[in-house]
Nanobody
Framework: QVQLVESGGGLVQAGGSLRLSCAASGRTFNTYAMGWFRQAPGREREFITTISGRGAVTDYADSVKGRFTVSRDNAKNTVYLQMNSLKPEDTAVYFC??????????????????WGKGTLVTVSS
Protein backbone atom coordinates (compact mmCIF):
# COMPACT_ATOMS: atom_id res chain seq x y z
CA GLN A 1 0.00 0.00 0.00
CA VAL A 2 1.17 3.54 -0.73
CA GLN A 3 0.21 6.93 0.68
CA LEU A 4 0.38 10.02 -1.50
CA VAL A 5 0.74 13.66 -0.51
CA GLU A 6 0.56 16.45 -3.09
CA SER A 7 2.04 19.92 -2.79
CA GLY A 8 2.80 22.93 -4.94
CA GLY A 9 -0.64 24.19 -5.82
CA GLY A 10 -1.54 27.86 -5.67
CA LEU A 11 -2.67 30.92 -7.57
CA VAL A 12 -0.97 31.84 -10.82
CA GLN A 13 -1.74 34.19 -13.70
CA ALA A 14 -2.59 32.86 -17.12
CA GLY A 15 0.58 32.06 -19.03
CA GLY A 16 2.47 31.27 -15.86
CA SER A 17 3.94 28.05 -14.52
CA LEU A 18 3.64 25.83 -11.47
CA ARG A 19 5.28 22.59 -10.44
CA LEU A 20 3.31 20.09 -8.42
CA SER A 21 4.95 17.39 -6.35
CA CYS A 22 3.57 14.13 -5.02
CA ALA A 23 5.51 12.37 -2.28
CA ALA A 24 4.83 8.67 -1.82
CA SER A 25 5.44 6.41 1.15
CA GLY A 26 6.82 2.90 0.87
CA ARG A 27 9.94 1.14 -0.32
CA THR A 28 8.72 -0.13 -3.69
CA PHE A 29 7.94 3.19 -5.37
CA ASN A 30 9.45 2.11 -8.68
CA THR A 31 6.89 -0.69 -8.99
CA TYR A 32 4.08 1.84 -9.18
CA ALA A 33 2.87 3.64 -12.24
CA MET A 34 2.09 7.20 -11.19
CA GLY A 35 -0.13 9.85 -12.65
CA TRP A 36 -2.18 12.97 -12.23
CA PHE A 37 -5.87 13.71 -12.56
CA ARG A 38 -7.74 16.94 -12.05
CA GLN A 39 -11.25 17.90 -11.11
CA ALA A 40 -12.78 21.29 -11.78
CA PRO A 41 -15.89 22.47 -9.89
CA GLY A 42 -18.98 20.71 -11.16
CA ARG A 43 -17.01 18.44 -13.45
CA GLU A 44 -15.85 14.85 -13.35
CA ARG A 45 -12.31 13.91 -12.43
CA GLU A 46 -10.24 13.68 -15.59
CA PHE A 47 -7.00 11.98 -16.51
CA ILE A 48 -4.02 14.26 -17.16
CA THR A 49 -0.89 12.18 -17.39
CA THR A 50 0.81 8.93 -16.46
CA ILE A 51 4.41 7.77 -16.04
CA SER A 52 5.72 4.23 -15.74
CA GLY A 53 7.69 2.90 -12.79
CA ARG A 54 11.09 3.76 -14.15
CA GLY A 55 9.94 6.80 -16.07
CA ALA A 56 10.43 5.38 -19.54
CA VAL A 57 6.80 5.63 -20.65
CA THR A 58 4.62 8.71 -20.39
CA ASP A 59 1.30 9.77 -21.83
CA TYR A 60 -0.80 12.92 -21.69
CA ALA A 61 -4.33 14.07 -22.24
CA ASP A 62 -4.70 16.15 -25.39
CA SER A 63 -5.75 19.14 -23.29
CA VAL A 64 -2.31 19.41 -21.65
CA LYS A 65 0.00 17.89 -24.27
CA GLY A 66 2.92 20.19 -25.00
CA ARG A 67 2.30 22.29 -21.88
CA PHE A 68 2.58 19.82 -19.00
CA THR A 69 5.48 17.46 -18.26
CA VAL A 70 5.43 14.56 -15.82
CA SER A 71 8.62 13.20 -14.26
CA ARG A 72 9.67 11.16 -11.27
CA ASP A 73 12.63 10.78 -8.94
CA ASN A 74 12.54 7.26 -7.56
CA ALA A 75 15.35 8.01 -5.10
CA LYS A 76 13.05 10.58 -3.51
CA ASN A 77 9.80 8.65 -3.96
CA THR A 78 8.38 11.69 -5.71
CA VAL A 79 6.54 12.40 -8.93
CA TYR A 80 6.31 15.89 -10.42
CA LEU A 81 3.99 17.72 -12.74
CA GLN A 82 5.53 20.75 -14.44
CA MET A 83 2.74 22.94 -15.78
CA ASN A 84 3.60 25.71 -18.25
CA SER A 85 1.49 28.13 -20.27
CA LEU A 86 -1.32 27.76 -17.79
CA LYS A 87 -4.84 28.72 -18.81
CA PRO A 88 -7.88 29.64 -16.70
CA GLU A 89 -9.45 26.34 -17.77
CA ASP A 90 -6.62 24.51 -16.00
CA THR A 91 -8.12 25.65 -12.70
CA ALA A 92 -8.92 22.52 -10.70
CA VAL A 93 -7.94 20.35 -7.79
CA TYR A 94 -5.06 18.18 -8.96
CA PHE A 95 -4.81 14.64 -7.62
CA CYS A 96 -1.85 12.29 -7.61
CA UNK A 97 -2.64 8.66 -8.43
CA UNK A 98 -0.77 5.37 -8.16
CA UNK A 99 -1.26 1.87 -9.43
CA UNK A 100 1.04 -1.05 -8.63
CA UNK A 101 2.40 -3.50 -11.14
CA UNK A 102 1.19 -1.80 -14.31
CA UNK A 103 2.83 0.33 -16.99
CA UNK A 104 0.35 3.18 -16.83
CA UNK A 105 -2.39 4.66 -14.71
CA UNK A 106 -5.92 3.81 -15.86
CA UNK A 107 -7.61 6.77 -17.48
CA UNK A 108 -10.84 5.91 -15.70
CA UNK A 109 -10.68 7.20 -12.11
CA UNK A 110 -12.84 4.36 -10.77
CA UNK A 111 -10.06 1.93 -11.69
CA UNK A 112 -7.32 3.75 -9.77
CA UNK A 113 -6.39 2.19 -6.42
CA UNK A 114 -4.47 4.96 -4.66
CA TRP A 115 -5.12 8.68 -4.44
CA GLY A 116 -3.72 11.72 -2.75
CA LYS A 117 -6.01 14.30 -1.20
CA GLY A 118 -5.37 16.86 -3.90
CA THR A 119 -3.90 20.33 -4.27
CA LEU A 120 -5.76 23.33 -5.67
CA VAL A 121 -4.47 25.16 -8.73
CA THR A 122 -6.15 28.44 -9.62
CA VAL A 123 -5.27 30.23 -12.84
CA SER A 124 -6.46 33.81 -13.10
CA SER A 125 -7.15 35.53 -16.41
Amino acid sequence: QVQLVESGGGLVQAGGSLRLSCAASGRTFNTYAMGWFRQAPGREREFITTISGRGAVTDYADSVKGRFTVSRDNAKNTVYLQMNSLKPEDTAVYFCAAEEGVMRIPTTPERVDYWGKGTLVTVSS
